[in-house]
Structure formats: C-alpha cells, structure tokens
C-alpha cells in the first residue's frame, strides 16, 4: 500500500530529474565570460599584504623552520647516541 507522502515525494525525485536533464544541455561559452567576470571581482575583494608584511612573514618562518631542524637533529642525535649505548 502506498502512502500519499511516498506518492509525492516520488513526484519530487521525478521532478528533480527533469530539471538535472534540462540543466546538462551542454557547455555555454557564456558561462566562461561569467566565472571569469565573478572570479575578477573576489580578487578585488582580496586584502594583498604589502612587501613588508610579507618579507617580516617569511623570515619568522625561515628562523622557525631553522630552529625546529636543529632541535629535531638534536634529538634525533641524542636518541641514536642512546639506542646504540643500549644495544652495542
């Protein structure tokens, strides 16, 4: 026994792919110029750091990816030291 509920949402999914089909006619030209149109238009959204923001922002992750190397080396050197006093 079918439900009115189930009758129409069986409608709806019939509904909706109707209008999946009718929107895959095909690729539009159109819609280049208008992903183009909206994509220049959040680029001008877009706050660019200046050259100094941005040279600050690189050497703090220089000095910190160069502490990080020589404290990771460190351990690794300590923790090879004391492996190799355990099993020699």
Do not use: C
Request: hydrophobic share 45%; aromatic share 10%.
């Amino acid at each position: 026994m079918v439900d009115k509920n189930e009758k129409q949402s069986g409608k709806t999914k019939q509904k909706a792919v109707k209008q999946i089909e009718g929107s895959s006619q095909g690729f539009r030209f159109s819609q280049i110029s208008e992903f183009a149109t909206e994509v220049k238009v959040e680029f001008g959204k877009i706050a660019w750091p200046n050259k100094k923001h941005t040279v600050g922002s690189t050497m703090v992750v220089v000095v910190l990816v160069a502490i990080m190397a020589v404290y990771l080396g460190a351990v690794d050197l300590f923790l090879g030291k004391l492996i190799g006093y355990i099993l020699g």
